[in-house]
């Protein structure tokens, strides 16, 4: 192995998700060089080993680009260009575009490419041909149920799963799910998804006369919100004064013609989308996040709920069972099992402090040994350097 490796991390976008942006500044802490490709959204600062190589969508902007990665290729490696442009010839649909997104790749060519997003392998097998490894990245829809829905996209993992050099999966579920595409399991390592996690945690649960329960996500049906909306039913049938607030459910009809229908109107709240900040202050205001889905990797929102010491419900759904021990750090209850739901709230709501305090102080040893963002980087990095 080399003493320093140019490792790229790639989703398309820049800057990317949380979890991304926290691994690109971990890994910036190495003594590797870290490049970052793909469409620039909007400026951000990086350390100094951190590179970045992207584009913006302005027409001049992505035509001086395009330029000067197909002379400097031209001019300094042009077998290796007209062997890309043979490739892209051969499976582009948009061949400009794809001259924009590999060429720059091709020119810095990293030791590893880490791709962050499992439907866009086939845009990136081409590294093989000119000695990137790749490694790949396992999380939620791309594995849990959308080759099941797609059988394109299956076969495409079926294909080009057996030439990844390492996959990166979010949870043993996930793992075990990639293996059925053809994931080869010695390549696979699970690393959990890390936390900045702070001491900015609440100290006593103040008991209060309505009980406050938030869920966090878009409105999409793998999230279970038809589920949560029925348990609020049985909640108010059984005279449980509750308020349930859903960020990222404003404007589903789907939910608000729910709503309207079991007349919880008084009782349940959808709001947009929400600045971190203000997610985070109505989750430490409120005495239980509820996981309703029906398929998740593990959901970063539960374990930001842990390290925030607020209580959480979740249903066993994806790797959620590697996260919550039922009784012990929170409470997990299978899928779809609306009435169980509404149990587990009532009995949440009838803990004492000292109890909610207990299972919420394990929730933080959980999260702190398992789920922290130096164990993530440590292991991350083990991945690129063993391949």
Not at 59 to 74: C, F, H, N, P, Q
Not at 168 to 190: F, P, R, T
Not at 270 to 296: C, I, T
Request: with cysteine; charged share 25%; glycine share 6%.
């Amino acid at each position: 192995m080399k003493n320093r490796l140019k490792i790229a991390v790639y989703s398309g976008d820049i800057p990317s998700t949380t979890f991304i942006e926290r691994l690109i500044e971990g890994l910036s802490g190495s003594p590797h060089d870290i490049y970052i490709f793909g469409f620039v959204k909007r400026r951000v600062s990086y350390p100094s080993n951190v590179s970045v190589f992207g584009y913006k969508n302005i027409r001049i902007y992505k035509a001086i680009t395009l330029l000067k990665y197909s002379l400097l290729l031209k001019l300094f490696k042009s077998k290796d260009k007209a062997k890309l442009d043979k490739i892209l010839k051969n499976k582009s649909k948009n061949l400009l575009l794809e001259k924009l997104k590999s060429y720059p790749v091709l020119w810095h060519k990293p030791d590893v490419f880490h791709i962050q997003w499992a439907k866009g392998l086939s845009e990136w097998i081409w590294l093989k041909e000119f000695g990137v490894k790749i490694v790949l990245s396992l999380r939620g829809a791309h594995i849990n149920y959308s080759p099941i829905a797609d059988e394109q996209l299956a076969a495409m993992y079926r294909e080009h799963f057996p030439k990844v050099d390492g996959f990166h999966a979010v949870s043993e579920a996930i793992a075990q799910e990639a293996e059925k595409y053809g994931a080869d399991s010695h390549k696979i390592k699970v690393v959990y998804s890390g936390l900045d996690i702070t001491s900015n945690t609440k100290e006593t649960r103040l008991k209060n006369d309505v009980f406050h329960i938030i869920s966090v996500g878009r409105p999409h049906w793998k999230k279970g919100y038809t589920y949560a909306l029925d348990m609020c039913d049985i909640l108010k049938e059984q005279g449980l004064k509750f308020k349930y607030t859903i960020i990222g459910g404003a404007g589903d009809i789907e939910l608000a013609y729910q709503i309207k229908d079991l007349d919880l109107s008084a009782q349940v709240t959808l709001l947009g989308n929400l600045p971190f900040s203000k997610v985070e202050a109505q989750m430490k205001a409120s005495d239980l996040l509820v996981l309703p889905s029906v398929e998740e990797g593990i959901a970063n929102v539960v374990l930001e709920a842990m390290a925030l010491q607020t209580l959480v419900l979740t249903t066993d759904c994806g790797g959620m069972g590697e996260v919550i021990a039922d009784g012990e750090n929170g409470f997990i209850v299978p899928i779809r099992q609306t009435k169980l739901l509404a149990e587990k709230v009532i009995e949440a709501a009838s803990l004492t402090s000292e109890a909610y305090k207990n299972l919420t102080d394990q929730a933080l040893k959980t999260v702190k040994a398992r789920h922290n963002e130096a164990q993530m980087v440590t292991n991350m990095l083990k991945l690129y350097e063993q391949i």
